[in-house]
């Protein structure tokens, strides 16, 4: 049985991106959307500035609306896209095609700077952010061959992510878009996860459900619509790429390639069944995730190892790297369990809700570990759904997926900023 808990917006706020336009900037944006003619579509959030039905568009009262004058005329298929990310620790920079054709993708690592600190250091993430970001920008300008005045609009993360991060790009891009008088859209880090996969998978259509998996990020959704999600479960502490970062760093993996990719690597010369790690919450008959509890028996099975992490994995004995890849092995094996059981219950309560579901979209960084990829294949074939995975290159935080590609109607309404920047999700339990 499903019982709504309640509905809520998730905890992300739109930046005051642009100063307010006038009136003719406003009636402008109207009249070139109206030209779009976005498709109908229906939403259950009556009376939200989310809504954009038929040909009549409806600006949010605090939504500033840019129009790029191009001479040329755009059309929502030949319109071109810059594309900032700075939620983390990597500056991004690309530059898209509406109809998904990738121009250019640029980014910068702070890999020198995680493997320093052992993990993020938002101030240090900062200030490499602010060295690089004009830098990374104009690389993807110049990759594209276009200048500031050939773009149609800039997108850019703001949030979730690091707060002193998300500041340097959002700067960034309110400097581009109001320089050359672009239309400026922030982008839901995990929405932009979700949606990424209709870059390269064109038949996706909703609804669907999918898994975000990140350092900092468990979330099931059930996708109904563009701004439209039901959320199936979240983590309660940790995430699972945050449990993967540390196992790597107590293991003295390099980091420069992030946890893992690292952990990945060294599993496959592990024994995975070596270490009896306890499934976490297998008492809990929900789809919530926990990963504090599987961390603390990782951390107590190191030291029961004696396992030096002051010593790399590269100058360790044979033995020791042994017991390190059996632990590895083990931990991969329990934290990649856990998602199994929880995606396996949440797919067979999402098809109560919306039978028609056909797809489970895999996007995050921990989606590019092909271990994970392969196992939840498993579970959603049994289940006759399709497993769709954007390629690593896209699950990972970068430029491209801030501008996913989407159909004229999703196009007129979001990138000139007339949805409301709220990612919508109704929060449901199982009872």
């Known amino acids: 049985m499903v019982s709504l808990v309640q509905s809520v917006s998730c905890a992300i706020t739109r930046l005051n991106l642009l100063p307010k336009s006038s009136i003719s900037s406003t009636v402008r944006a109207i009249r070139t959307l109206q030209h779009l003619q976005p498709k109908k579509r229906e939403t259950e959030h009556e009376g939200s500035p989310l809504i954009s039905h038929s040909n009549s568009v409806l600006c949010h009262p605090s939504t500033a609306c840019f129009v790029h004058e191009n001479a040329t005329g755009d059309t929502a298929d030949d319109l071109v896209f810059l594309g900032i990310e700075t939620s983390c620790d990597d500056t991004a920079a690309a530059v898209v095609r509406s109809n998904g054709e990738i121009l250019s993708e640029v980014v910068s690592s702070q890999a020198e700077l ?12 900062e200030e490499a952010h602010t060295q690089v970001i004009d830098q990374v920008v104009q690389q993807a300008l110049d990759k594209a061959k276009l200048t500031e005045n050939d773009l149609s609009a800039v997108a850019v993360t703001i949030g979730p992510g690091l707060s002193l991060c998300l500041r ?19 982008v839901h880090h995990m929405e932009a996860h979700t949606l990424v996969a209709r870059l390269t998978e064109r038949r996706l259509e909703f609804p669907f459900m999918a898994l975000l998996i990140s350092g900092g990020h468990n979330l099931l959704i059930l996708a109904r619509g563009l701004g439209q999600y039901i959320q199936l479960g979240t983590t309660i502490d940790d995430a699972i790429g945050e449990a ?6 107590w293991l003295g993996l390099d980091l420069r390639r992030s946890g893992g990719p690292a952990i990945e690597d060294l599993a496959r010369e592990g024994n995975s069944e070596s270490v009896r790690f306890s499934i976490p919450m297998k008492q ?20 029961s190892r004696k396992v030096n992490a002051e010593i790399p994995i590269s100058s360790a004995s044979s033995d020791d790297r042994s017991s390190r890849a ?3 092995a083990s931990f991969q094996r329990v934290a990649v369990l856990h998602l199994e059981e929880r995606c396996e219950r949440a797919i067979e309560w ?21 271990y994970v990829r392969n196992r939840l294949d498993k579970v959603v074939k049994k289940k006759n759904l399709r497993l769709v995975c954007p390629p690593p290159s896209l699950c990972t935080d970068n430029g491209i997926y801030f501008v996913v590609w989407f159909d004229k109607a999703v196009f007129g309404s979001l990138i000139f900023g007339l949805f409301s920047p709220t990612f919508k999700v109704q929060v449901l339990a199982l009872v």
């Open 284 to 303: 809990h008959k929900d789809c919530n995730f926990s990963y504090a509890g599987l961390k603390t028996q990782v951390r107590l099975a190191i030291e």
């Open 244 to 249: 993967y970062d540390k196992t790597a760093k």
């Open 350 to 370: 999402a098809l109560k809700i919306e039978p028609s579901i056909r797809h489970l979209v895999v996007s995050g960084g921990v989606a590019s570990n092909q």
């Open 168 to 186: 340097v790009g959002v700067l960034k891009a309110r400097k581009v878009a109001g320089t050359f008088n672009l239309p400026l859209v922030g």
């Open 114 to 125: 995680l493997a320093r600190y052992g993990g993020v250091a938002p101030k240090m993430a």
């Open 326 to 328: 059996d632990i590895a």
